[in-house]
Each structure stands twice: as C-alpha cells, then as structure tokens.
C-alpha cells in the first residue's frame, strides 16, 4: 500500500502529535519507506546520508539507520532554553521540533520516518518529586489517552539504578515498554522506555525515548537499550544552572 507524502510540517505535526500518549508524545505515524531500488541488503552510499534520511540509499532504510544508533559516537544538543545538556547518538542527524498538542521540554527526532524519536518533559509537582512518584503521575497523566490515539501497551518493566553527577550518586527510575500505533494510515511498533531523574524539590524530569520496531523488533531493542545503558544516564542540566529552572515548555 503506497500513500502520498504530506509536507514536511503537516508530517511533523500529524505524525509526532499522534505521538502524545505513548513516551510522552512518541507514538510516531508516518507513511512507510519507499520501496527498495538497490539490490537486498546493500549499504546506504555516504552521500546519501543525511539528518532527514539517515538511512540514506540502502536497501533497507530502516535498519541502516537504527544500525548507525548502535554504532555511531554519542554527541549532545539542547534544549531551546539552553538548560539540558542532551546526550544523542549521531547526535547531528537528530532534529528539534514542537509538538503543538503536547509542549514538551525538548522533543528531538531521528529522520523524517521518525526511526527514533525523545521528548523531554520539566514540570512542577504538588506533591512528592523523587523519581518513583514522578514516574507515577507522569504515567497517570499520560496513560489514558493512549486509547483515544490508538496506541496498545505490552508489559512494562521497571529498573532502579542510580546516575553519578559531579561526584553524586543520585536515583534514576526506568519504565521500559513496547506499544503499537493503528490508524487508518499506518500500523507501526515501537519500544522505548521513560527515564524519571531526581531533580530540583517540587519538580519532575523525565525523558521519553522511542524506537521504530516494525520491520526490526530486536534491532530497536538493542538501540533502546543502549540508550537506557549509556545515554539517559548523562542527561544533566548545563553548569550554568544552579537553581530550579521555570518549568517552560514549547
């Protein structure tokens, strides 16, 4: 089944608003890959590499470019605010964009097919900010509009682990899941996970990262995994930040 290509701000906005409920705004929607014009299993050319393809020519875009977040060097960016130091694999070929439905933090994306996507959210806590709290009513928040988008949850697991800062060893809650997306233009899987972090009193940091699995399930897990492993744990503010931030978000 083939469908026409939407601009690239119609894509952006359809595609991660539809987003919202799975990782906090990641269930992706995109129309599929074009079809393969280089024989099976042929390597993307360099040149045809780029931040809106990084799966360049190959014969298989998607996994060329879940292979290049297994292999590639770790970089970072920032958020607009210029308060997060954001580790990224490959970390030029990822993109900063908005989600008009959902204002987040940050929220990057890994190619115009949305191969990877990670949203970060700031946000202010009447009640208790350790992570474990802060992963309680960020999923309660979240959860039930997953239906609404349809978006499906597997099972999930949890994992406590702790960051080191500057010589600090502070908490650090995973909530690691898969979920599909189904809609009258596409039917895609995804896997991810959502980092919760110990952050400044009354608040909640929480990072959501997202992986397309549909045509390879156990490739996305190790790029998930890696993320969980190498990445999210070097999430920080940036040495300027010495006092709770305003929780802004666009």
């Known amino acids: 089944m083939s469908c026409s290509r939407p601009t690239a701000r119609s894509s952006t906005r359809r595609g991660i608003a539809s987003a919202v409920p799975l990782l906090a705004s990641l269930a992706l929607l995109a129309c599929g890959s074009a079809p393969p014009t280089r024989p099976p299993g042929s390597p993307p050319t360099p040149a045809s590499v780029t931040r809106e393809n990084p799966g360049g020519d190959a014969a298989d875009p998607e996994r060329a470019a879940l292979e290049r977040l297994l292999v590639e060097p770790w970089g970072r960016q920032q958020d607009r605010f210029k308060t997060l130091d954001v580790p990224l694999v490959d970390w030029k070929s990822w993109r900063r964009v908005r989600i008009l439905t959902y204002p987040t933090r940050a929220t990057f994306r890994y190619g115009d097919e949305h191969y990877a996507a990670l949203s970060l959210l700031y946000t202010d806590t009447s009640g208790p900010s350790d992570p474990d709290s802060c992963l309680d009513e960020f999923w309660t928040k979240t959860a039930p509009l997953a239906d609404g988008y349809g978006v499906r949850l597997g099972e999930a697991q949890i994992i406590r682990t702790t960051q080191e800062i500057d010589g600090e060893v502070r908490p650090l809650v995973f909530k690691v ?23 400044w009193p009354g608040t909640c940091l929480v990072a959501a990262m997202a992986v397309k699995a549909s045509q390879h399930p156990e490739l996305a897990r190790r790029v998930r995994d890696r993320w969980i492993d190498e990445g999210a744990p070097k999430l920080r503010w940036t040495s300027r930040i010495t006092e709770a931030p305003a929780t802004s978000a666009r």
């Open 177 to 199: 899941l898969q979920g599909s997306v189904e809609s009258v233009l596409a039917s895609d899987e995804y896997v991810g996970a959502i980092a919760v972090y110990e952050s």
